[in-house]
Each structure stands twice: as structure tokens, then as C-alpha cells.
């Protein structure tokens, strides 16, 4: 996956790709991330990529050519995904991350103040993607959430140490309490089940604490997950 980041801001990406998974994943060749400034392709001397917002109003709006320029200036191929990242978008969601992640390329339009001029989204956005329900400063954040979700979604970016949960069949579900050593810490004991060596009753208390935490959090999902059992399955629980 080749990641093009339009962004005014590509210093703040220099850490989360020089770190961890995505570094790893970058230099085995499974991703790619390029930054590209688009303050470059102004045409104004002042390098200006804002102007206030026809019909009045506070806040700035990005103007179009900057963003015209830059994104006709990206090789785009027929049919390629450019995804602007705004509180205006779609929720993500895991599915919507295991969709992209089948992609080979994508560009993703961070915006700042208050969003990019709608003639740039009518003429080139395939996609408008949110992160949640509450409002950031700009969408390099989220760019950078949509990235890490589908870096670790695709084959060969996480080994088997980080993958396991990928296998479970938990999916759908929270994830069961851990533990590490020490076996007791100042005074609190892990649960006797993790130290009686009994896989199939550690898979067992795993999955009801799943099941447990998921129905007091996420009701939501325990009904999705219920539903999405086959009814052998069903009768089993
Ligand atoms: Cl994609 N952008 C901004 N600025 N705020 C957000 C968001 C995106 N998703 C949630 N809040």
C-alpha cells in the first residue's frame, strides 16, 4: 500500500513512520508513506492556502487551487481512492479498515480551520472518513489513525507476537483482562485459573470474560456478535 499524505503539516508523520510496526513495515516494503506539503503548489507569493469564507463568517477556509494543483500533480490512476479526512465523514469503522487495506494506493487530504473548499471534495473526493464524534484541530491525527488501522491489516505487517488476537475467535468481542509476572503484585493476585496450566479452561474464562466485559461496555457489539453466530453455535452458549 502506497499512502499519499496531502498535508501542511508532514512534520508531524516524521515519528509515527520512523516508529515501531509502521517503520517495520515500511522498510519490508508492505507500506509506503509519502508526504506532500501542498502549501508548495500555491501560486500566491505569500505561499497562502487559505481565505476567508464567501458569505462571511469566522474561520478560514482552504482555497481550491493549492489543492487542484497538488492533487493533479499525484499520478492518480481511473479509480483511485482520495479520502478526506473531516468530523464531517463517515465514522470508521474496522470493516471500512479491512476494505482499504485490499487497496494498493491511497491519498489522504488532511484539512485545517474550517475545512477545504467543497469544489476540491465535489472534484476529487472518493471518500469522506471521520474518526468519531468530537472535533480535532486538523486531519492529520486521523490520517494517521486510518493509516496505523490498515498498516496492521495487512498480510505480513504483524508477526505472530503481535497477531494473535487476529486468529481468535473473539473477534467482535472486548478483549479478556492479561496478566504478566509477578504473580502476585504488592498484594494482588492474577486469577488461579492462568496459573493451572488447563488451556482449554483458560480459552473457556477467557472468552466469559470477553463475553462478560463486552455486555457490561459495548452491548451493541455482543448483540452484533450473537447475531453473527450460527444457530448451532447459539444453542451451544
Ligand atoms: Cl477526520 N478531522 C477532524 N478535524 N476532527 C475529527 C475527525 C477528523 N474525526 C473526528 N474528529
New binding site residues.
Partial sequence: MKFTVLTLFPEMFSAFTSTSIMARAAGQGHIEVECVNFRDYSDSPSKRVDDAPFGGGAGLVMKPQPLFDCLRDQSLAAGERIVY???K?KTLTQQMVVDFSKLDRMVLVC?HYEGIDQRVIDTFVTDE????D??????EI?AMVLMDAISRMIEGVLNTEDSHMEESHYDGLLEYPHYTRPAVYEGMAIPDILLSGHHKNIELWRFEESVKLTGERRPDMLRAYYDRLTDKKKRKI
Fill in positions: 479526512l473531516t468530523p465523514g484539512g472518513v471521520s474518526i468519531g468530537y472535533v480535532l484541530t486538523g486531519g486521523p
